[in-house]
């Protein structure tokens, strides 16, 4: 039996927060089947095991050795996707990694080179790619309906209070998060300024702890300009009372899509067939609550990722276009820290 029949079989290293999205979406897909689970925590992994019927390892090498394994969801937290990462594709397992890729470029490349090498596909979660919002938006930029771009604006004003910081031992570390409000929340937002906007040539950024107990950055600001000659602007924060749904401003020569919470809330292209008043029931946003955010799109990246898997082609957020907005959160960092601009 060929996958064309046989769903691929899954297997998810860490049981946190972000899992349950995974395991949802693999258990609902016809194409993909849940196998096992792998955690360090032995009375999760034992209860969620029980709950799923599924085998369970403490050692993460171990799931990746599975022979009905074929592809390794990776939801642990960030400073800790390349180890796993590299067993699964030692394997000879597809990789499926939460964002961002890595908590550096350095460690990113080491994952794309490890997954290039063995063979196996590599994937990226940014679930708002799959946004019917988002799609639309990238579409009319796409086709010229709003002209040349001249400016494009990322804002992500979150919230999260220190709790949620001292909840793990990771988040809002540099080794565990590899900072905090650019590359854990703003990139989602980030990634689809850099996939509209197209390739960066400089960076110059500026980061700031104001408002929490952690060694990563609460508020951060930069400037970019795109290679094609437009400007953009990032304003990345958890620091924001309350937290407002982040904003993606596109600006054309004749005409600007702006999307706020996933939704879009102005269309003014002199032409195409967009509206204002889309409903998207699947859009949600994490600007308060961390788990506000909807399974559905990770379920629709998911079954494109398992779909371009069984046709042996790329998917659409490979290692590669994972690591275009880690690259410019770094360059954020770099710029942030010599005070200098950034020339990608
Ligand atoms: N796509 C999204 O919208 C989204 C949302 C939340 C989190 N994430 C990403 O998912 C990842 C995990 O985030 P989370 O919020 O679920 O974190 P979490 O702390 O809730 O869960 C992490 C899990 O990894 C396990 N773990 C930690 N260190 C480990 C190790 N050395 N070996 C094996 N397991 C280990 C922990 O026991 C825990 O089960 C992060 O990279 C984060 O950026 C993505």
């Given at each position: 039996m060929t996958h064309k029949e046989k769903p691929l079989g899954f297997g998810i290293i860490g049981l946190g927060s972000i899992a349950g999205h995974h395991i949802k979406s693999i258990m609902e897909l016809d194409s993909s089947k849940l196998i096992a689970i792998s955690s360090r925590n032995q009375s999760k992994l034992q209860s969620a095991a029980a709950q799923y019927h599924v085998e369970a390892f403490n050692d993460y090498r171990k799931l990746t050795e599975?022979?009905?394994?074929d592809v390794v969801c990776i939801c642990t937290p960030s400073g800790f996707h390349l180890e796993p990462a590299l067993a699964a594709a030692d394997a000879g397992k597809h990789v499926i990694t939460e964002k961002p890729l890595e908590i550096s470029v350095e460690r990113g490349l080491k994952m794309i080179e490890a997954c290039e090498k063995a063979g196996v596909k590599l994937a990226c979660i940014f679930q708002n790619r799959y946004s019917p919002d988002y799609r639309q938006l990238y579409e009319a930029v796409k086709k010229g309906e709003l002209g040349k771009p001249v400016l494009g604006n990322a804002y992500i004003k979150w919230f999260r209070d220190q709790q949620y910081y001292d909840s793990?031992?990771?988040?809002?570390?540099?080794?565990?998060?590899?900072?905090a409000a650019l590359i854990n929340q703003s990139i989602h937002t980030i990634d689809l300024l850099l996939h509209v906007?197209?390739?960066?040539?400089s960076v110059f950024g500026r980061t700031k702890t104001l408002a929490?107990?952690?060694?990563?950055?609460d508020l951060g600001v930069a400037i970019l300009e795109f290679e094609s000659g437009a400007l953009g602007t990032i304003e990345g924060s958890?620091?924001?009372?309350?937290g407002y749904p982040e904003k993606l401003e596109i600006h054309g020569v004749e005409g600007n899509v702006i999307l706020e919470g996933g939704k879009i809330t102005e269309w003014t292209p002199?032409?195409?067939?967009?509206?204002?008043a889309t409903v998207n029931e699947t859009s949600a946003t994490g600007s308060a609550d961390p788990m506000a955010i909807d399974y559905k799109l990770h379920k629709s990246q998911i079954a494109e990722i398992v779909q371009h898997i069984i046709e042996n082609k790329e998917p659409m957020v490979n290692g590669r276009e994972g690591l275009k907005s880690l690259a410019v959160i770094e360059a954020i960092y770099q710029s942030a820290k010599s005070g200098n601009q950034i020339v990608m």
């Open positions: 599975h022979p009905d394994v793990t031992d990771w988040r809002g570390t540099l080794q565990g998060d590899g900072g906007m197209g390739p960066v040539k929490h107990d952690i060694e990563g950055e958890t620091a924001i009372y309350k002199e032409t195409g067939s967009g509206s204002t």
